[in-house]
């Protein structure tokens, strides 16, 4: 994540300045992301302890100190909207549509976050159930604005090039996003103890790269190769 | 590593801009690499300590913590690929080209690393022995498009200068890639007990910092001397 941001600002000099303010936001989240992820680190290393090794294998026990995973929901609060907001920008829709759509995703994206945290906290099955579908009610609404307005949008990129690298990354925000809900019902569907903590924080991880760092290195390449048919196109006479 | 990751960024500039996302992610490589090591460095240290000394001989014990070689694994996931990718983009070939050779070595040298960690961690040698043989099967694919791939590019090369270069990186990159399933094989072949662990962590050492750094440094000069061919290139009347 922290080398992604990294390569994000270095490349600022090479697209144009319509696209400079997308790839900082773009930096921006996985920096977010990095910070989050060093906290989280270490709240599970003082949550866990090698109790005793047993051949090859250790055994490992609580300490007392609880593993705390509200640092993912701190994290998607502030990283989602910019991530909305970023791919919004690279489009470079009119201005009064980037702002109404900004403020729009950006608003339900964190009513999204802010309604799955106090299910996600809970043990109570039927509780946890209860915020995931108030929760998916913004989610839905986020998923069918992008899958739609991508899908439109794609057409009028300005290279082939460029379209295909829109739709790649309009597949990949469906898919990323969608693996959520599904890692959320870990527990809700009765799974628990170490194991099911286990896939859930694997599970919100390999989403996180792939929404956040791949999805980033999409947003690059669509800024790049816009930047580069601009550019040609300012030096034909036309 | 850190120090390389300064000295290549540093030298972004100077380099036309065709090859600053090369230079760009080689200094990330040695960044990824730096962190890991911070945290062998941390890992290793807390694993052992001194518990007495006699005459000018400490002695040291095991404290319990376990050595965690996972960091290595998880920085050549990330690495590996991207190394491939550095080479391919200062090699600039056409845009399809590029494309579909990232992909296919990435995946691959990401796969070999992959199969090569069940291996690792294990005591039992005929269970080491297997992932060993099937991590080999995408190390042999990469290490022979390597050797066969930049060999034909050497001849492509815009200068004398610029070939000698790329035929070092050709040459480089078989011997420190060779060097690490041998290195593998310290444990695999019955070595045990803290000698073999100490071989085993001086080798992938060393065959990182020849992978990474040096590695690096040809990509560097690759990079400096195609940008300096280009750029006379341009002054002359044709």
């Known amino acids: 994540m922290g080398s992604a941001t990294i390569f994000f600002w270095l490349q600022l000099p090479n697209v144009t300045k319509s696209y400079r303010t997308a790839l900082t936001i773009t930096g921006i989240v996985t920096l977010i992301a990095t910070y989050h992820y060093i906290r989280i680190f270490n709240s599970w290393s003082e949550a866990f302890t090698v109790a005793s090794k047993d051949g090859g294998d250790y055994h490992v026990k609580l300490t007392g100190a609880p593993f705390n995973d509200g640092y993912r929901y701190v994290d998607w609060l502030l990283t989602v909207p910019l991530l909305l907001i970023e791919l919004i920008l690279v489009m470079k829709l009119p201005q009064e549509e980037t702002v109404s759509l900004s403020w729009k995703l950006g608003l339900a994206s964190a009513l999204m976050v802010a309604l799955g945290y106090p299910g996600e906290i809970q043990e109570d099955l039927s509780v946890r159930w209860f915020w995931w579908c108030l929760s998916m009610i913004p989610f839905c609404y986020v998923v069918f604005t992008l899958a739609v ?90």
């Open 149 to 238: 307005g991508l899908a439109e949008s794609t057409s009028k990129q300005p290279s082939p090039a460029a379209a295909s690298l829109v739709s790649a990354a309009r597949y990949l925000t469906v898919l990323s996003w969608c693996t959520y809900p599904f890692v959320y019902m870990v527990k809700s569907v009765g799974l628990a103890g170490p194991a099911a903590t286990m896939y859930e924080q694997v599970g919100y991880s390999i989403a996180d790269v792939m929404a956040k760092a791949v999805f980033g290195v999409l947003i690059w390449a669509i800024a790049s190769e816009k930047s580069a048919v601009e550019e040609s196109g300012e030096l034909l006479p036309n």
